[in-house]
Antibody, heavy 123, light 109 residues
Framework: QMQLQESGPGLVTPSETLSLTCTVSGGSIYSGTYFWTWIRQPPGKGLEWIGYIYYTGSTDYNPSLKSRVTMSVDTSKNQFSLNLSSVTAADTAVYYC???????????????WGQGTLVTVSS | QAVVTQEPSLTVSPGGTVTLTCGSS?????????PYWFQQKPGQAPRTLIH???NKQSWTPARFSGSLLGGKAALTLSGAQPADEADYYCLLSYGGAWVFGGGTKVTVL
């Protein structure tokens, strides 16, 4: 069973960049099966899809966040990362990394999730 | 960006049946939206119940089923149990971007 673990600062200053890393264990980030995904959840609110990155570096982002989001993969460390720039209090949320299975013409489950990490944007 | 709508809350009696729905502001939900259903309990990460409209995971109880119903994606819970009390989210694909519904809080009472 693959395991994912988020890491990064729990407090970010407004207007700065939020940076999180997800470390994958029990599986390879090189796997062509998975789309490495970030999802967030503001306290007491619903889920929001941020985007995903494929091992090739190909990405898709939420259009509402696209201008501020950058994702990357580090195959040497079996990690993928999220950068969200120009943050405001509205970006305060629990951030989850997850692995979404993708097939040639369909999609499979999100079969592994990190435990989530709370990032607070405040001065 | 599309808006995905769910009932904010539903209540079901133990042993009863409830259907949650997931609609799209762009029109009818189809299999091409690859509908997902997630269950989330307090303090936990979501877990996939259904993917691609009706496909269950190995951990999905048999009492949950997914379908398309009246232009929406639907999650039916038949024989509700207290353990099913949770928030349920749907997720739809819009050609490379994905959008979550606002979630449905299911109470078993």
């Amino acid at each position: 069973q693959m395991q994912l673990q988020e890491s990064g600062p729990g407090l970010v200053t407004p207007s700065e960049t939020l940076s999180l890393t997800c470390t994958v264990s029990g599986g390879s980030i090189y796997s062509g099966t998975y789309f490495w995904t970030w999802i967030r959840q503001p306290p007491g609110k619903g889920l929001e899809w941020i985007g995903y990155i494929y091992y090739t570096g190909s990405t898709d982002y939420n259009p509402s966040l696209k201008s501020r989001v950058t994702m990357s993969v580090d195959t040497s460390k079996n990690q993928f990362s999220l950068n969200l720039s120009s943050v405001t209090a509205a970006d305060t949320a629990v951030y989850y990394c997850a692995s979404q299975i993708g097939y040639s013409y369909s999609w499979g489950p999100f079969d592994s999730w990190g435990q989530g990490t709370l990032v607070t944007v405040s001065s | 960006q599309a808006v995905v709508t769910q009932e904010p809350s539903l209540t079901v009696s133990p042993g009863g049946t409830v259907t949650l729905t997931c609609g799209s502001s762009t029109g009818a939900v189809t299999s091409g939206h690859y509908p997902y259903w997630f269950q989330q309990k307090p303090g936990q990460a979501p877990r996939t119940l259904i993917h691609d409209t009706s496909n269950k995971q190995s951990w999905t109880p048999a009492r949950f089923s997914g379908s398309l119903l009246g232009g929406k994606a639907a999650l039916t819970l038949s024989g509700a149990q207290p353990a099913d009390e949770a928030d349920y989210y749907c997720l739809l694909s819009y050609g490379g971007a994905w959008v979550f519904g606002g979630g449905t809080k299911v109470t078993v009472l």
